[in-house]
């Protein structure tokens, strides 16, 4: 069964910095495209970064520069980093199975929130 368990989220102040994680299990997570997806509150998923192989990478236009996603194979563990954080990122992110033209269907987690907030 594939599972997807986020972590890192929480209250943050404009500007500032989070790492959110995602521990995957279940399939073969080191041969996988991997995702980060998320909602806002009352708008539709939308997709954010894809991680290809050790060191392909794709951003939201929105995100490029401020978050980096990475992964570590040997723990089945995605990661991103966000920082110089807006409140316009806040949502809940989701870890998504697939790259950035499959992620938005594919599984995800149950999420981790993030808030930015004076």
């Known amino acids: 069964e594939v599972q997807l368990v986020e972590s890192g989220g929480g209250l943050v102040q404009p500007g500032g910095s989070l790492r959110l994680s995602c521990a995957a299990s279940g399939f073969n997570f080191s041969v996988n495209p991997m995702s980060w997806v998320r909602q806002a509150p009352g708008k539709g998923l939308e997709w954010v970064s894809s991680?290809?192989?050790?060191?392909?990478?794709l951003y939201k236009d929105a995100v490029k520069g401020r978050f980096t996603i990475s992964r570590d194979n040997d723990k089945n563990a995605l990661y991103l980093q966000l920082n110089s954080l807006k409140t316009e990122d806040t949502a809940m992110y989701y870890c998504a199975r697939g790259g950035a033209s499959t992620a938005l269907a594919g599984t995800r987690g149950q999420g981790t929130q993030v808030t930015v907030s004076s």
């Open positions: 991680i290809y192989g050790p060191a392909g990478t």
